[in-house]
């Protein structure tokens, strides 16, 4: 398998299909790469390098004890794109994917990307803070927690439903759910857990301000995970420039359930 080893001698699996541009993909929680299969099948196949790798602790990657914080996770984005040797990156981040890239601008500067896209991102803050009051309250987050520590499997079959946004009427199969759940169970539990922390409670507001290149932002109206109006509601309107697409009905899994809609805005985007 492709990886890399970090500077703390974490092995990052990441997979690269196609040539052209690099389009480097940050997956969400508690997901893997996997989860960019259709985006990166279809950008491939439009002349693009579609690049997407399994954060530390997740999927097909080293399980550590500790560095599940957004530091640490945009400092492997950086060594990531070092190793690949990347220029002219496009960065697309989902979920707790979109506070990656976001961070890794932040700490290493943009001399290497082009432009950005956040996709039902968490950022620039999730949970509800006095300054922040659109947020989920903290006890959302301590029940997730909870919910983990008390039985992972069921409680993360008990989230599909929520993700993909069937108790609202969107329609996916049985084998999605199944997929879903075998891909968040090979997670380290321990990472898992800790990832809940650092995608609720990290405020990158400030490096909001430092992002200076073309982005896009992607978020479902219907979003029961992640709500537009806490998150990228504001992202859009904090990023100078940003370009904000709103997907009437969608769910927080937009990359499925609105796969063609996702692939086409990306792929204007990329082209524009």
Same mark, same amino acid.
């Given at each position: 398998m492709p990886t890399i080893t970090t500077r703390d001698g974490t092995a990052l699996y /990441?997979?690269?299909?196609? $040539? +052209?541009?690099p389009v480097l993909f940050s997956h969400g929680w508690p997901l893997s790469a996997d989860m960019w299969d259709y985006q990166m099948l279809f950008l491939a196949q439009h002349g693009y390098r579609a690049i997407a #790798?399994? %954060?530390? +602790? #997740?999927? %097909?990657?080293?399980?550590?004890?500790?560095? /599940?914080d957004y530091d640490t996770f945009a400092d492997d984005i950086g060594e990531l794109i070092e190793r690949l040797d990347l220029t002219n990156v496009v960065l697309v981040g989902f979920s707790m994917g979109g506070g990656d890239i976001v961070r890794y601008i932040a700490r290493h500067g943009s001399g290497r990307v082009a432009k950005l896209a956040l996709l039902g991102a968490v950022t620039p803050l999730f949970v509800k803070t006095p300054d922040h009051p659109a947020g989920p309250d903290r006890a959302v987050f301590d029940g997730? %927690?909870?919910g983990l520590l008390a039985d992972r499997a069921q409680f993360l079959a008990d989230f599909s439903p929520i993700f993909y946004g069937t108790n609202h009427g969107t329609k996916v199969s049985k084998a999605v759910f199944d997929q879903t759940l075998q891909i968040a169970l090979t997670a380290s539990i321990k990472g898992t857990i800790d990832c809940v922390t650092a995608f609720s409670e990290t405020d990158f507001r400030p490096d909001m301000a430092r992002i200076d290149v073309p $982005? =896009?932002? =992607? *978020?479902g109206d219907d979003d029961q995970v992640v709500p537009f109006e806490a998150t990228g509601k504001l992202a859009a309107e904090m990023i100078p420039g940003a370009t904000l697409r709103l997907y009437p009905g969608?769910? *927080?899994?937009l990359t499925l359930t609105h796969k063609d809609q996702v692939n086409a805005d990306l792929l204007a985007f990329l082209q524009g």
């Open positions: /990441y997979k690269d299909w196609g $040539t +052209g541009q #790798f399994d %954060r530390r +602790g #997740f999927g %097909r990657s080293a399980q550590p004890w500790e560095g /599940y997730i %927690r909870a $982005t =896009l932002v =992607l *978020h969608a769910p *927080h899994a």
